[in-house]
């Protein structure tokens, strides 16, 4: 991997997503118009702090997922992939790039989805709101590496989106969003141990309950970034030059 070539690439990345209207207003103003419609779901009551706290973890996971995987697809399908692969730009290259230009951009959107659930809808955790900001970035690169890994068995758009409810929504039910792990069936909880979500929720879980850092967050932390990586150089194994 060139680091040169993995910032020419984020940058490129990052002028087409700013010249992108409506993809700006979906990275930074739909978590917070969902974050709203929660608030007034549970009209500011304190199971708003559990399941906000959450959400601010796994929208940023969600929509850089759909983002991310569309954006990969569209330069496949146009073949803008198949001519930055003849220069020496090489596919770890590409997603690293990729990787750090909607990193950035999850930092922008973690940091006001953050800003208005503490300071706006006066959410309330033990731990500290830049704690919840880093998480939600870290699930936010986890929809990048997802995204990218997914798109490369991708042929059409609609087929990128499809993925989501295969890939995300088990997760989000297995991960104690709903119900408790320890309340699920023992096959359930068994299941969810696979799914990196079950460890980007737990760590937002532990910041709601604990005044500093605990061993289980660092734990939990570690294993999503190990997935992240994982799922990196297997999108770079496996990313096709273009669709046909």
Not at 51 to 70: A, E, K, S
């Amino acid at each position: 991997m060139n680091p040169r070539l993995v910032l020419a690439t984020a940058a490129r990345c990052l002028r087409q997503l700013g010249h992108d209207k409506r993809s700006v207003a979906m990275i930074i103003v739909v978590p917070i118009v969902l974050l709203f419609l929660l608030y007034a779901l549970f009209d500011g009551a304190p199971v708003f702090n559990r399941i906000g706290l959450i959400m601010l973890g796994l929208f940023p996971h969600i929509i850089m997922f759909l983002i991310t995987g569309i954006s990969m697809l569209r330069e496949r399908t146009s073949g803008t992939l198949e001519r930055l692969l003849t220069t020496p730009l090489h596919r770890a290259d590409l997603l690293g790039g990729y990787a750090l230009a909607f990193g950035v951009a999850a930092a922008v959107q973690g940091s006001a989805s953050a800003g208005a659930a503490y300071w706006l809808f006066d959410l309330q955790t033990a731990g500290e709101p830049v704690w919840v900001v880093l998480l939600a970035i870290m699930n936010a690169v986890l929809g990048v590496a997802m995204g990218l890994l997914t798109s490369a068995f991708a042929r059409t758009e609609f087929q990128a989106v499809q993925f989501m409810p295969v890939t995300v929504f088990p997760q989000l039910l297995a991960a104690g969003v709903i119900v408790p792990r320890d309340q699920m069936a023992g096959w359930l909880q068994t299941l969810s141990d696979f799914f990196p979500l079950t460890y980007a929720v737990r760590a937002l879980q532990e910041i709601g309950e604990n005044d500093e850092p605990t061993t289980r967050m660092w734990a939990d932390i570690g294993i999503v970034s190990g997935v992240v990586l994982f799922a990196l150089v297997l999108a770079a194994l496996t990313l096709p030059r273009r669709t046909p």
